[in-house]
């Protein structure tokens, strides 16, 4: 059971810049970071931005988040959109309610 | 470098059992929590489970509670999840991933799949 939500789906042409939302409540990303997953078409989920708003070794500076502890809200904005980011995207948070970490349900990126 | 590789998925009968391993290297193993993650054909992820570094404290999604149980084996750089009563709805890809209390996630396997059919 997905308990962030976000939009199923977003596209944009090569160079534009897309925008992800995430969005939670007060147990989840109103107390904790988020991290973002990319999934490539048929491969393993692959760590993309953790603690809101850095980016793992490897990761581009096209890719950045941002968290909003007051709303409970989380996005990860892509710009420069290449043909390769055309992949699933999926926020994460630790939930203090659940005791467990929750998933987005996913956004697909289409890059036009 | 890291690696991350899971075995014991199969087709098994519902109500059965199953017991999926993932053996780690290129990391201390010991340091880390470690985290089952799945995905069913065609949906999201889902968080499944994880456990502490010593195996002490561990959590789990409602809906497994009860049925499956997360180990480890520190000495042999090694994860499992025994899963036991399986239901159709446990049909899924398991992945397991490293996981850091800052950075989330960081390493992932390239998944088992499990399918529970008659």
């Known amino acids: 059971q997905s308990v962030l939500t976000q939009p199923p789906s977003a596209s944009g042409t090569p160079g534009q810049r897309v925008t992800i939302s995430c969005s939670g409540n007060s147990s989840n990303i109103g107390t904790n970071t988020v991290n973002w997953y990319q999934q490539l078409p048929g491969t393993a989920p692959k760590l993309l931005i953790y603690s809101n708003n850095h980016r793992p070794s490897g990761v581009p500076d096209r890719f950045s988040g941002s968290s909003s502890g007051a709303s409970a809200s989380a996005s990860l904005a892509i710009s420069g959109l290449q043909s390769e980011d055309e992949a699933d995207y999926y926020c994460a948070a630790w939930d203090d309610s659940l005791n467990g970490y929750v998933f987005g349900t996913g956004t697909k990126v289409t890059v036009l | 470098e890291v690696q991350l590789v899971e075995s014991g998925g199969d087709l098994v009968q519902p109500g059965g059992s199953l017991r999926l391993s993932c053996v780690a290297s290129?990391?201390?193993?010991?340091?880390?929590?470690m985290t089952w993650v799945r995905q069913a054909p065609g949906e999201g992820l889902e968080w499944v489970a994880n456990i502490q570094q010593d195996g002490r404290e561990k959590y789990y999604v409602d809906s497994v509670k009860g049925r499956f149980t997360i180990s480890r084996d520190n000495a042999k750089n090694s994860l499992y999840l025994q899963m036991n009563s399986l239901r159709a709805e446990d049909t899924a890809v398991y992945y397991c991933?490293?996981?850091?209390?800052?950075?989330?996630?960081?390493?992932w396997g390239q998944g088992t799949l499990v399918t529970v059919s008659s």
């Open positions: 290129g990391f201390p193993f010991s340091n880390y929590w």
């Open positions: 991933a490293s996981e850091d209390s800052d950075s989330g996630f960081d390493y």
